[in-house]
């Protein structure tokens, strides 16, 4: 009979650990999406639409990094789900749960994951480590939603991956490239330079048949990474939401756990999807509004086409733009930007000599006069050394881990920091100059350090921690939207984070976004996606001058994704002969020829079907 019993006990415990790495393990679906763990708490997708399978496998997804050792096996101790009904809407959680010892720790691990019925194929992932040992445990980082997604084997031996990635680097690369045989990007979404960094926290790679994309859903910026290696993976490419302890202060990320206490992750999540990037981003844009993101909607104003003066150059005199006006209507532009080589100094908005024969205010009357609106170029956060704020209110300057001022580095300026109600308010009573006083209908908001700001160190008795400059740096940008939008409703507000990924902690707080500096038609086009995806199909995307698009002549692409058209051009009357954006007589039938397409089909207005391509 003992012989029996321990045969039978045997034959019970087999089954049960057969059960929890076969269909009987926890479970969560969403859609066409499953996501299952096994006996060790790894992972492994399976997505209906995917004619071949994404993954091979069970996989460690979620891991915790410590000084010694990467942590990623915890036997199931126990799993259960239920059902959830939050702002979000209805859905599903499954909580499972498992630990893991060692001779040096003894660690706790739960896993809440969410499948919600209004967002399906998308799963959400939170991690809470919990420290059950008597030593407390190094911290070095954690990983979630790490997977390592397979290749569909092509006949020219490369791995036929595409990507949408969101690092921002000072090259200004594609938002959308090829993923070959040999490549890795970081993608972190902090500082990736002087002045250089942050993006939209989403990362998708997909194949010809289905792909996936990762990210995190938290409504503040966070010093995140979102890793794309195809170097180490022999047949595939590995993605990951990654983050580092040491890319944060000593206040804003615990060392170690110690005895008795927990840490969690981020709220991270996993998409999968049939064509590009498009659906994932418009489900993270679901997730965020319903957690209380609201995207402007567009004025009518944001929608007509736009001269800039940009084309003259910061050297460019009043004479020049006020003698190019009578062209700029006749053609059809209802928008005149004033663009940089105003104001006397970034940090000193006051206008320069340039007009000394004229003021700020009789300017503007000029351009209303002609029934044009006119709209100001302006460089938030940027203090030059010598200017009257640099100089009279170094308070508000930024001051990074190394004690030094940040550097902006196109006007050789130094960064304010956002986070400090002075600056805040600094920034509200130029907007009330700009538009009550000087009568501007819009602001076009411009540079490439507008994505992002270091941590500050120089104010810890007005910030709690380092990486609140980081986080606040949104609120400013409402102050900035909000006051314009108080000042006059059918304003335009722009900004233009020159060739940086899109951000879209800030685009809540504009209503026309913009390509920003394109290097390329192809950038135009895809800008345009990405925005229309995450803002909604009546963005008023704004496709930047034409003159930066392939050949100087691509109106298409602007008009082709919804776009609003504009340009720079300069009339020749009042133009050097040597200038190259001269607007002869071929070129103003050409320019004339898409400003009437333009506007007889209206197309930023229309349903943007980014899913069918």
Known sequence: MKIQSSFF????????????????????????????????LHTTIHFDKARQPLVEGFQSSEILRTGKQVLSDFRLTGYHTEQINNKIGHGKRLIVEGVHKDNSFQIEKKVIA???????????????????GDKKVPVEGWNNNRYTLLSIPAKNEQKSFWSFQSGTYPSRPDWVLPVGNDFYQKNYQGMNSSDYGG????????????????????????????????????????????????SVSQKKAARFIAPGDSMSTLETFVYAHTGDYYTSLEAYRKIIESKGVTFADPTETAYEPVWCAWGYGRDFTVEQVINTLPKVKELGFEWVVLDDGWQIAEGDWRPNSKFDEIS????????????????????????????????????????????????????????LNPALDITKEYHKKLVEKFMKEWG??????????????????????????????????????????????????????????????????????????????????????????????????????????????????????????????????????????????????????????????????????????????
């Open 9 to 40: 006990l045997l034959l019970i415990a087999v089954f049960t650990l057969s059960a929890c790495s076969s269909s009987n393990s926890p479970t969560i679906q969403s859609g066409d999406l499953t996501l299952s763990y096994n006996e060790l």
């Open 114 to 132: 969410t499948a919600y019925d209004a967002i399906p194929n998308f799963i959400s992932t939170k991690v809470i480590y919990r420290n059950t």
């Open 199 to 246: 993006g939209t926290p989403v990362l998708d790679v997909w194949r010809p048949d289905a792909g996936i994309a990762v990210g995190h859903v938290d409504l503040e910026p966070q010093l995140i990474s979102l890793p794309v290696n195809s170097k180490a993976v022999p047949n595939g490419v590995r993605i990951a939401v990654k983050f580092d302890v040491d």
């Open 360 to 415: 700020m205010k009789e300017f503007v009357d000029i351009v209303h006069s002609y029934g044009l609106k006119a709209k100001l170029w302006w460089a938030p956060l940027a203090a030059d050394p010598g200017s009257k704020i640099h100089e009279e209110r170094s308070d508000m300057l930024l001051v990074n881990q190394s004690g030094d001022y940040q550097k902006i580095t196109w006007w050789d300026s130094h960064y």
């Open 440 to 613: 501007f209908d819009g602001l076009k908001i411009d540079g490439q350090h507008l994505n992002q700001v270091p941590a500050d160190y120089g104010h810890p008795k007005r910030q709690k921690y380092p990486e609140e400059s980081i986080e606040e740096l949104p609120d400013l940008y409402k102050v900035i939207y909000k006051t314009a939008k108080d000042i006059q409703s059918n304003a335009v507000v722009e900004i233009c984070p020159c060739g940086t990924s899109a951000s879209s902690f800030i685009m809540p707080y504009m209503n026309q976004p913009v390509s920003s500096d394109p290097l390329s038609s192809w950038q135009i086009r895809l800008k345009g996606k990405t925005y229309k995806a995450l803002m909604g199909d009546n963005a008023a995307y704004y496709g930047d001058h034409v003159e930066l698009s392939d050949n100087q002549s691509d109106f298409a692409s602007t008009v082709g994704v919804g776009g609003v058209i504009g340009t720079k051009f300069t009339w020749p009357k009042y133009s050097g002969s040597d200038n190259e954006f001269l607007l002869t007589s071929e070129r103003e039938k050409w320019m004339a020829k898409w400003v009437d397409i333009y506007k007889q089909y209206m197309l930023p207005k229309g349903t943007y079907r980014g899913e069918l391509y």
